[in-house]
């Protein structure tokens, strides 16, 4: 048996080691440039938008460890932050579905009073979350939004005079899966007003740092249609071939294995799509097939059948569920069968013998369920590429419309 060793993959979490965060030098300079905007009084509030599985947690982390003052990412890309070092008071939420404006500012208001007794507990600051809570859940006499930023930019403002007093930068909220929210949740409201009453009452060294999948801020605008002016959108792209490549001979190296894969990083690109999540869980599974620490085409193969029948067999299978019956699981079959991962609409057509016109409305219901996305008009690519590997294993499901 060859020795056990650190699996140095993380595909069921966010990458939190910033020597396994790969590249994306321009969204990480963006992100710093943030940073230093807000400590010098200049706010920059920032979302970061991408496909799902691209990677927006993991950018959102490393922001997060800088602003609190590692510098191992900003050092490895060779960035300048402008300073030695930031070192701003922080909190994180991740978003609920059930969340409205009044839940996210309670929450991130009981989440800095936890804070103050470790980072500046030598002040007396009262922030009264309390006293918010009861106004909140005043069902006599529900606050309306001015209420809301009015009392919520109060409280801001107060952990902002003690971040000052304990000598930090500032304060960053970070939010996370911002895609979760209804809209009319109101929350867009509230991001806009509160970063512009904070502004209008001299309150400048607090940001919002947030991410969501593409087109989150397009959901933020359907509510208000100026909330583009509130927030920079920072995109984050899929990896190319040999960016996708690199992630996993890293990896290798880092296990102590060595490989001899033709072609790697278009076979490796054309499975994963560029995608993160699918190139750690590509590269775990690989490291955990083999048995004698050379990584060969054989291993390669033998992970995606892992993948697709042990390891992520539930979740695909609940996708194709999801998906709906009937006509669903034949343009999904029909979208299996084609060479590539993208796939010309015309292809779907002929292989379900049908007018694109008659299953129009079926690619945008499996748009709608995140089964399939549009990466170009008129083709269409699956959302979590090992669907398609799992429907070339297993088939279809056998269900009606």
Not at 113 to 126: G, L, P, R, S, V
Not at 148 to 167: C, M, N, P, T, W
Not at 250 to 274: C, E, Q, Y
Not at 329 to 351: C, G, R, S, W, Y
Request: with cysteine; net charge negative; charged share 30%.
């Amino acid at each position: 048996m060859k020795p056990r060793f650190v699996d140095p993959f993380t595909p069921n979490r966010p990458i939190d080691d910033p020597g396994r965060f790969f590249g994306r030098l321009a969204p990480v300079n963006e992100m710093v440039d943030s940073l230093y905007q807000i400590k010098n009084g200049n706010p920059k509030h920032t979302i970061v938008t991408g496909d799902r599985g691209v990677g927006k947690s993991s950018l959102l982390t490393q922001t997060y460890l800088t602003a609190r003052g590692d510098n191992s990412l900003t050092d490895k890309l060779e960035i300048d932050r402008g300073v030695d070092k930031f070192c701003f008071v922080t909190v994180w939420h991740d978003v609920d579905t059930s969340q409205n404006a009044l839940d996210l500012a309670l929450a991130i208001l009981e989440t800095f009073e936890t804070k103050f007794q470790k980072f500046i507990a030598k002040y007396t600051i009262e922030v009264d979350v309390a006293g918010f809570g009861k106004l909140c859940r005043d069902k006599q006499n529900p606050m309306n939004m001015n209420q809301l930023i009015k009392e919520f930019v109060q409280r801001i403002s107060k952990v902002v005079e003690g971040a000052e007093k304990d000598h930090k930068d500032g304060v960053l909220i970070f939010i996370d899966e911002l895609d979760r929210i209804k809209t009319d949740s109101m929350i867009s409201s509230f991001f806009k007003l509160a970063s512009e009453r904070l502004s209008r009452d001299g309150v400048k060294t607090v940001g919002f740092v947030c991410a969501g999948i593409t087109g989150a801020v397009q959901k933020l605008e359907e509510e208000h249609a100026s909330i583009l002016r509130t927030f920079r959108d920072v995109p984050l792209p899929r990896f190319e071939k040999e960016e996708a490549a690199q992630i996993l001979i890293d990896g290798f190296l880092k296990a102590g294995h060595s490989w001899s894969i033709k072609n790697l990083p278009d076979r490796a690109h054309d499975v994963t799509m560029g995608l993160p999540e699918p190139i750690h869980l590509l590269g775990s599974e690989m490291l955990s097939v083999n048995t004698d620490g050379n990584l060969t085409e054989e291993d390669f193969e033998n992970a995606i059948k892992k993948i697709v029948t042990d390891v992520r067999k539930n979740k695909l299978e609940s996708l194709l569920n999801k998906a709906g019956g009937g006509k669903y699981q034949k343009i999904l079959e029909a979208m299996a069968d084609h060479q590539k991962k993208i796939v010309p609409l015309e292809f779907i057509a002929t292989a379900i013998g049908q007018k694109q016109s008659q299953f129009s409305t079926n690619m945008s219901t499996l748009v709608d369920r995140e089964i399939v996305f549009k990466p170009t008009t008129g083709c269409y690519s699956f959302t979590d590429p090992m669907l398609k590997e799992y429907i070339k294993v297993n088939g279809v499901l056998d269900i009606d419309d």
